[in-house]
């Protein structure tokens, strides 16, 4: 199977493997953190905003919310999830905007998925030069020094007449600026087993580094990667939630 399928071909299935992530949690305790470190503007933009459940919650909560992805299999859900919302085809290491945002975020560690430092740098860049005055960029992320390769995450649904298996795990080298996004994906009907792998190559990064990148365009406060409430990162968990202030 090729690489990002999941986002391609099998676009139809995303939700259904997403189907234990507490989007409402998510994105209201990103509407917080807005609240406590940004402004009162409600430009919104989701990057890798994937099928547009996050773009959903804060388009309920009164943004103006919008939405850029890669990928169109995954965009053509996302705008029938969200009608009245606009959504790009773009990569998030060199995207436009047509008016300054007050909220940029980026969820479920897909800040990773440009693909390398430079390009990692790149978006930056271009999430500072599209935040309006005082804006906030919001993203979670992991450190490659806490990646335990033998973690693989699975849960299973049943849809429509099929049970769903879904695996998820990193995986790090322990040397570079790349790891990979390892997925699994069974699908059994009637005692007839489908499966795919796939393989998703992603920057790799020290929470250090990803510092020293950020610094130059924001002021930096990092945060437990706890979404129900809001604690100061106490340096020792691989994952974390970044809230950046436009400098
Ligand atoms: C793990 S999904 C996350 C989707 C959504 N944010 C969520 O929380 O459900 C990662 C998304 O990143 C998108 N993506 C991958 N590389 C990208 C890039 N360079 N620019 C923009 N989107 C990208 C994929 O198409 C996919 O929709």
Redesign the pocket.
């Known amino acids: 199977m090729s690489t990002?399928a999941?986002?391609?071909d099998l676009?139809a299935y995303?939700?259904l493997m997403?189907a234990d992530?507490d989007?409402p949690a998510?994105s209201h305790s990103v509407r917080r953190l807005h609240q406590l470190f940004g402004t009162a503007g409600r430009n919104h933009l989701?990057?890798?905003?994937?099928?547009?459940?996050?773009v959903r919650h804060f388009l309920d909560c009164g943004y103006c919310s919008a939405?850029?992805?890669?990928?169109q299999p995954?965009?053509d859900i996302a705008q029938q999830r969200c009608p009245e919302a606009q959504f790009s085809r773009?990569?998030?290491?060199n995207?436009q905007v047509a008016e300054p945002q007050d909220l940029i975020?980026?969820?479920?560690?897909?800040i990773h998925?440009?693909?390398g430092l430079e390009?990692l740098r790149a978006?930056l860049t271009s999430v500072h030069a599209a935040l309006a005055e005082g804006g906030v960029f919001c993203f979670n992320a992991v450190d490659k020094h806490k990646i335990d390769n033998r973690s693989f995450v699975r849960h299973s649904v049943e849809h429509d007449g099929s049970l769903f298996a879904f695996g998820s795990g990193w995986y790090y080298s322990g040397e570079g600026e790349r790891q990979a996004?390892r997925l699994s994906i069974e699908k059994t009907t009637a005692g007839q087993t489908q499966a795919w792998q796939d393989e998703?190559p992603m920057v790799a990064l020290s929470f250090a580094e990803l510092q020293v990148l950020l610094e130059p365009h924001f002021e930096v406060q990092v945060f437990e990667h706890d979404y129900e409430r809001i604690t100061p990162w106490a340096g020792a968990s691989g994952n974390a939630l970044f809230v950046c202030v436009k400098r």
């Open positions: 990002n999941l986002y391609t676009s995303y939700d997403c992530i989007y998510q989701d990057l890798a905003c994937g099928t547009g459940p996050h939405g850029l992805d890669i990928n995954m965009l773009q990569d998030m290491a995207f975020t980026c969820f479920l560690y897909s998925y440009n693909a390009k978006c996004l998703h």
